[in-house]
C-alpha cells in the first residue's frame, strides 16, 4: 500500500500527489515514470515523476481528470494508499551539458519537464524553460520551474495570464533571439509535433516524451508501440523520450483514440456507480 502523504489541487483538474514510496524514490531519476492502481479492481495508469525525495521516501506526480481512473484517484484524500505504485519504469532522460536548451512544457506536461530542467540546469546547461497552458488556471508550477532553469518564459493560449499566444511562438522567437542547440518538448500530442515542426526547419535536435496507451509497462504487451525512424520501439521500455523528428506523430494520433468509445463507457459507469468506499480502497474495513 502506498499512502499519499500529500495533496494538493493545482487548478482546474489538475492535482499534485505526494506518494510514499521509499524504494521508488531511492531509484528515481529525471524523466521516468510509474505505473500505479488505485485499488484491486483498477486500471493500470502511466504517470510521471514530476519530482522526488530520496530523504523523504516520496515520490510527486501531477495528474490531470481526463478518464475514469484519474477522476476516482482525484477523490483520494491525504492518508488513503493506492493499491500499486510500479517504477521507476522507462529510461532516464540523457543527461549532458549541451550549452543552451529549450525545456518546452504544454499543460501537465510542465511537471514530467520540471525534473528534466533541473537535472540540465545542473549539468551547466543554459536552460531557458517555456511553459504554456490554455488559459490562467492551468498554469502550475511557476515558481518551481523559475528555480529549476536559468530562464522563464510564460505564455497562455488566450492571453489570460503573461501574454497571449503558444509556446511555439515563444519558442520561435527564442531561437531567432539567441539560438539554442538542444529542444526538450513534453505536453499534449499536437503539441510536440508542433514544437518539431518548428525547431526541424532550424535543424535543432529535439527529444519528446511520449504519452501513449500502456498496459503493462514491461515492453510485453505492446500496447504503447510507436514508430520512430521507421522502426516500432515501446514507450514503455524503449522510452518515453525519443528524438522527436523521427516520431510519426500521425500514427500515434490515431493509436491514440483506439479505445475511446470504452473509455467513454466505463466513465459513464463511475460516475453512474459513484465511487467506492474509501477504506475498502485503503484495503481496510468496508
Ligand atoms: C509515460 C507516461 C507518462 C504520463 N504522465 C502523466 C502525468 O504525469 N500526468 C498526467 O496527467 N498524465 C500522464 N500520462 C497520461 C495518463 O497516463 C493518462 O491520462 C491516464 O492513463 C488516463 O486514464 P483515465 O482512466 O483517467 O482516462 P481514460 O479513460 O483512459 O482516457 C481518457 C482520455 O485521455 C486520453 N488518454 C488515455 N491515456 C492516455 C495517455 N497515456 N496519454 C495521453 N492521453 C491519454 C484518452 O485518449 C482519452 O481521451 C502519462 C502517460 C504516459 C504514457
Ligand atoms: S505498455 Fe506494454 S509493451 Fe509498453
Not at 4 to 16: A, C, H, M, P
Not at 69 to 90: H, R, S, Y
Amino acid at each position: 500500500m502506498y499512502e499519499i502523504v500529500k495533496k494538493q489541487e493545482l487548478g482546474d483538474s489538475i492535482n499534485q500527489i505526494e506518494i510514499y514510496a521509499p524504494l521508488v524514490a531511492r531509484k528515481a531519476l529525471a524523466g521516468q515514470f510509474v505505473i500505479l492502481r488505485i485499488h484491486e479492481e483498477g486500471e493500470r495508469i502511466p504517470v510521471t515523476i514530476a519530482d522526488f525525495d530520496r530523504a523523504e521516501g516520496t515520490i510527486t506526480c501531477v495528474f490531470q481528470v481526463v478518464g475514469r481512473t484519474t477522476k476516482e484517484l482525484a477523490t483520494f484524500k491525504e492518508g488513503e494508499c493506492l493499491k500499486d505504485f510500479v517504477g521507476p519504469l522507462g529510461v532516464p532522460s540523457h543527461i549532458e551539458k549541451y550549452g543552451r536548451v529549450a525545456c518546452v512544457g504544454g499543460g501537465v506536461g510542465v511537471a514530467p519537464v520540471h525534473p528534466i530542467a533541473r537535472a540540465l540546469k545542473e549539468a551547466g546547461n543554459e536552460v531557458i524553460s517555456i511553459i504554456g497552458a490554455r488559459n490562467k488556471d492551468l498554469i502550475f508550477w511557476e515558481d518551481r520551474m523559475r528555480a529549476a532553469s536559468s530562464e522563464l518564459r510564460v505564455t497562455t493560449d488566450d492571453g489570460s495570464y503573461v501574454r497571449k499566444g503558444f509556446v511555439t511562438d515563444l519558442l520561435k522567437e527564442l531561437i531567432e533571439e539567441k539560438g539554442i542547440d538542444l529542444c526538450l518538448a513534453i505536453g499534449p500530442l499536437p503539441m510536440m509535433r508542433a514544437v518539431c515542426d518548428l525547431t526541424k526547419k532550424y535543424g535543432i535536435k529535439t527529444i519528446v516524451s511520449i504519452n501513449t496507451l500502456m498496459v503493462d509497462g514491461t515492453g510485453m504487451c505492446g500496447c504503447c508501440r510507436v514508430t520512430v525512424g521507421g522502426e516500432t520501439k515501446f514507450a514503455c521500455v524503449d522510452g518515453p523520450e525519443f528524438d522527436g523528428h523521427q516520431v510519426d506523430f500521425a500514427e500515434m494520433a490515431r493509436r491514440s483514440v483506439i479505445y475511446k468509445k470504452q473509455e467513454k463507457i466505463s466513465l459513464d459507469m463511475y460516475e453512474e456507480k459513484g465511487p467506492k468506499s474509501h477504506q475498502c480502497r485503503c484495503g481496510g474495513a468496508e
